[in-house]
T-cell receptor, first 115, second 113 residues
Framework: EAQVTQNPRYLITVTGKKLTVTCSQN?????MSWYRQDPGLGLRQIYYSMNVEVTDKGDVPEGYKVSRKEKRNFPLILESPSPNQTSLYFCASSPLSVTNTGELFFGEGSRLTVL | GENVEQHPSTLSVQEGDSAVIKCTYSDSASNYFPWYKQELGKRPQLIIDIRSNVGEKKDQRIAVTLNKTAKHFSLHITETQPEDSAVYFCAAGTNFGNEKLTFGTGTRLTIIP
């Protein structure tokens, strides 16, 4: 089954404790991206990747890191989480570029709470 | 960068009536405009999209219109049904070297039986 898988789905952590949210897709997509969803703010892009070893900042990259060492994986790293990073996070993938193919495939989301 | 404004933030319509959600964008280079539907507790899913060389696109009960001059586009849902209740997001993007897709803030649509 074609899918985008995120882990963990739910996480409660404390300020400053490094964490990684994994994202894996099995559709051989070149494009992957991370978004955060907050009430009243919609979906805001954190980072995106056009292909292996190619990443770029989105609109809200501060406090986050990403890597794309393999085509299928695009982990999101919070080196020192803070309470303002409490949010619902979505990973998404798309073949080639999102604007050429017309569809982002989203994972199920990861709800992160930073105390 | 691109800025997408979406209105209204909440919308309630009687079952069977039509619903319209409007978005405006700021970057004249944007040429791709998708709409995503997010049901409660689920992931966003693409329902329809339009590119700048087209003024209108329909898919059964949903349609999207685009006015590039005015920089606005709209989602129209006719004959609404309870399963149309969800949050809808518009977005704007460009494929001229900028692969960022900017989303609106969302519209919570409630269909009243």
């Amino acid at each position: 089954e074609a899918q985008v898988t995120q882990n963990p789905r739910y996480l409660i952590t404390v300020t400053g404790k490094k964490l990684t949210v994994t994202c894996s897709q099995n559709m051989n997509h070149e494009y992957m991206s991370w978004y955060r969803q907050d009430p009243g703010l919609g979906l805001r892009q954190i980072y995106y990747s056009m292909n292996v070893e190619v990443t770029d900042k989105g609109d809200v990259p501060e406090g986050y890191k990403v890597s794309r060492k393999e085509k299928r994986n695009f982990p999101l790293i919070l080196e020192s989480p803070s309470p303002n990073q409490t949010s619902l996070y979505f990973c998404a993938s798309s073949p080639l570029s999102v604007t050429n193919t017309g569809e982002l495939f989203f994972g199920e989301g990861s709800r992160l709470t930073v105390l | 960068g691109e800025n997408v404004e979406q209105h209204p933030s909440t919308l309630s319509v009687q079952e069977g009536d039509s619903a319209v959600i409007k978005c405006t964008y700021s970057d004249s280079a944007s040429n791709y405009f998708p709409w995503y539907k997010q049901e409660l507790g689920k992931r966003p899913q693409l329902i329809i999209d339009i590119r700048s060389n087209v003024g209108e696109k329909k898919d059964q009960r949903i349609a999207v219109t685009l006015n590039k001059t005015a920089k606005h586009f709209s989602l129209h849902i006719t004959e609404t049904q309870p399963e149309d209740s969800a949050v809808y997001f518009c977005a704007a993007g460009t494929n001229f070297g900028n692969e960022k897709l900017t989303f609106g803030t969302g519209t919570r649509l409630t269909i009243i039986p």
